[in-house]
């Protein structure tokens, strides 16, 4: 079991930054992929960005390449998503994930562990 905690949402303005993190207090991440997704009112939960267990390796959803970096620093057994240009549309609950998969995965069905969420909310 591998309990993660969401910190760090709020508001913005757009073209304003935020700075997600997710921490694993009690266990070590290092061994697990790592991701966040986020899901507004109404619609699917979807991938935003993950990195796998080094580091060395990230992917991201087309809608948010070249404005988000997600990083992780595993001696903190923290992830962090650092969020650029927001948008009006980046307004979802994110979420942080863990996965036992090799690489950086972007299925749902692929992480197992979940962070509680916090809110972003974009203002035009």
């Known amino acids: 079991q591998v309990r993660l905690v969401n910190s760090g949402g709020g508001l913005a303005q757009a073209g304003g930054s935020l700075r997600l993190s997710c921490a694993a207090p009690?266990?070590?991440?290092?061994?697990?992929?790592m991701a966040w997704f986020r899901q507004a009112p109404r619609k699917e939960r979807e991938f935003v960005a993950s990195?796998?267990?080094?580091?060395?390796?990230?992917l991201y959803a087309d809608s948010v390449k070249d404005r988000f970096t997600i990083s992780r620093d595993n001696a903190k057994n923290t992830i962090y998503l650092q969020m650029n240009s927001l948008k009006p549309e980046d307004s979802a609950v994110y979420y942080c994930?863990?996965?036992?998969?090799?690489?950086?995965?972007?299925?749902?069905?692929?992480?197992?562990?979940w962070g509680q969420g916090t809110q972003v909310a974009v203002s035009s």
């Open positions: 009690e266990r070590t991440i290092s061994n697990y992929a």
């Open positions: 994930a863990a996965s036992n998969v090799l690489g950086a995965p972007s299925a749902v069905l692929l992480y197992t562990y």
């Open positions: 990195i796998d267990r080094s580091g060395r390796s990230t």
